[in-house]
């Protein structure tokens, strides 16, 4: 089962240098525990912040000896400049690969499984902002479909996800989990 970890520092206590730090310790944390990917997901940082983090990120991973691949949600460029993996919305151009892509229709995974490694099939079980439900779950039917269009690609759940509920996503044929709050350490 493939794991993948989304950062959002907002989730941690402090000022911001100290938000910071404690995603570049989760990421460190995750690498060890062997989690397999590590996505930088922080758009509201500038593109001097967001690359200064990704590059802590990254020095912290490689450090700790794990094999985790780091993962920017961001401007392509700063993804390169910071060598490490890219992640874009099914909203980019079709013909960007990268590393992964989030996909929210199977029309979506369709478009999308040729151009990227993993596709992150949103939201399984619903999307939470603070304790607010913003968007309903597709249910299992709907990801079982999904990796029916992948055609090979790995699909990874996304949206909800649980320890509890993650083995419903195995079973409906996802190769992973994927997740913010699941992830936090």
């Not at 996909?103 to 999307?127: I, N, Y």
């Not at 607010?132 to 990801?143: A, F």
């Not at 949206?159 to 195995?170: H, K």
């Not at 996802?174 to 992830?183: D, E, K, P, Q, V």
């Amino acid at each position: 089962m493939l794991r993948y970890a989304i950062s959002d520092r907002m989730l941690y206590p402090g000022d911001e240098r100290a938000r910071q730090l404690r995603v570049v310790q989760q990421a460190a944390a995750l690498a060890l525990e062997g989690v397999d990917y590590f996505q930088l997901r922080e758009k509201d940082l500038d593109e001097a912040s967001l690359l200064q983090l990704t590059v802590k990120v990254r020095d912290a991973v490689q450090s700790s000896g794990a094999r985790m691949q780091v993962v920017l949600n961001g401007p392509q460029h700063l993804a390169v400049q910071a060598g490490v993996a890219w992640h874009r919305s099914s909203t980019h151009s079709f013909d960007q690969a990268c590393c992964s892509v989030s996909v929210h229709t199977l029309d979506d995974v369709e478009q999308q499984r040729a151009h990227a490694s993993l596709l992150l099939f949103a939201p399984v079980f619903g999307k939470t902002v603070g304790p607010d439900l913003v968007h309903t779950g597709v249910g299992l039917e709907r990801l079982r479909g999904a990796v029916e269009r992948a055609a090979g690609t790995p699909v990874l759940a996304l949206g909800g996800v649980t320890p509890q509920n993650a083995p419903l996503c195995l079973a409906a044929g996802a190769s992973g989990i994927a997740g913010i709050r699941l992830f936090l350490r």
